[in-house]
């Protein structure tokens, strides 16, 4: 298993107006064992997992009462899912993960 603690945002704290306390790390755990990541069907399957993770930690950064949650919430993924392909450090996964976001961002990990 992959266990992953990531820092929190502190873009974060702007979704909750009246929070006054620092933010708390993340931690986020994904299944690996079962994935061959030299391969990019490992890698696409890893990252939707991860994607998957960083949406259920970035969950409270989604809010109809705050207009801009969905971009702070965004943008919470996306650093979640690139801090956990830092700790990572597998070439594949990282390759595959940039030319999804070339070809325009996280909407295909979701499908």
């Not at 949406?55 to 949650?69: D, G, I, K, Q």
Request: with cysteine; proline share 4%; aromatic share 4%.
């Amino acid at each position: 298993m992959l266990r992953l603690t990531l820092a929190a945002l502190a873009f974060l704290a702007a979704t909750h107006a009246a929070a006054a306390d620092a933010p708390q790390p993340v931690e986020i755990r994904v299944w690996r064992a079962d994935l061959d990541l030299t391969t990019e069907e490992g890698a696409r399957i890893l990252l939707r997992r991860l994607a998957g993770s960083a949406r259920e930690a970035c969950a409270h950064a989604e809010s109809p009462l705050f207009p801009r949650a969905r971009g702070y919430a965004h943008r919470c993924r996306r650093k979640v899912i690139e801090q956990a392909l830092e700790t990572l450090d597998e070439a594949e996964v990282t390759r595959t993960y940039a030319v999804l976001i070339a070809r325009g961002g996280l909407a295909e990990l979701t499908r």
